[in-house]
């Protein structure tokens, strides 16, 4: 069965917007879990606009599934996935002025420095994961360089304008998963799925796992919604 890493990063976005203590990321990765997620995601990143390194540590304290740090090929990163300890490192390329994620890391183009990178995380007893486009060349440089994991970018994919599109993009992922299969890594994807483009992904054993944050964290507010304003309307009415 496929496994499921549910990304809490938009529940610290919502947080931020007011710098206060709620939502809690923690609160919701333990309610995800409880739910049957295999794993939580969070992505600390440069410029901390949502997971903050409090919630990284609590995370790391009270997950019992398994935690993967996503972040950028940096010595801060380094020492403090060195440190925390996740159960995943992924790695993404990072820009400051991005809104999210925006296309896989450029392995072939950085492939000296990636290998160092790597072997530096795993001599720290850290597995890692890179975050690549669906692309023959990216995977073969990803084992060239040491991973355990690939994790396909699937926004391209999430964000075809017509069915043809999505069609044929899925048959990529599906091709560049096999491709990875062969060479020995492992193969999970996200970016932009939801609860409409995952169909075609049911039962494709070449997709070992996905990780998903906006979607379902955009689900659980409107899900949650009569419920939050029965509970305050009874309150109020006292
Ligand atoms: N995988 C990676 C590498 C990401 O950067 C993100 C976004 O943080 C995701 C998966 C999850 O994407 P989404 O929030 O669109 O489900």
């Known amino acids: 069965m496929a496994k499921l890493e549910v990304n809490v990063d938009h529940v610290a976005t919502l947080r931020q917007a007011r710098l206060g203590k709620e939502p ?11 739910a049957g997620a295999h794993g939580i995601i969070v992505h600390l990143r440069e ?31 380094l020492r403090i996935a060195s440190e925390v300890r996740p159960d995943l490192v992924t790695l993404v ?10 296309g896989g890391l450029d392995v072939v183009g950085q492939k000296d ?10 001599a720290a007893g850290l597995t890692v994961s890179l975050f690549v486009d669906a692309d023959y060349a990216q995977l073969n440089a990803a084992r060239d360089v040491g991973a355990t994991w690939v994790e396909l970018h699937t926004g391209t994919y999430a964000e075809a ?24 890594l492992r193969v999970k994807c996200g970016h932009g799925l939801n609860y409409v483009n995952i169909l075609p992904f ?11 944050g906006h ?24």
């Open 47 to 77: 410029d901390r606009r949502h997971i903050q390194d409090r919630d990284l540590r609590l995370l790391r304290q009270t997950v019992k599934t398994r935690l993967n740090l996503e972040m950028a090929a940096t010595e801060e990163m």
């Open 161 to 184: 304008d017509t069915e043809a599109e999505a069609l044929r993009l899925f048959e990529q992922l599906l091709d560049a998963a096999r491709h990875a299969r062969s060479q020995g």
């Open 215 to 238: 979607s379902i964290i955009s689900r659980a507010v409107l899900v949650g919604m009569e419920r939050a304003v029965r509970e305050m309307l009874a309150l109020i009415s006292g």
């Open 93 to 102: 390329p990072e820009k400051r002025q991005e809104l999210t994620t925006e």
């Open 113 to 122: 420095f990636l290998r160092e990178y790597l072997l530096r995380l795993q």
């Open 24 to 34: 809690d990321p923690v609160t919701a990765a333990a309610l995800a879990e409880l």
């Open 202 to 212: 049911r039962g494709r054993p070449e997709f070992e796992e996905f990780s998903i």
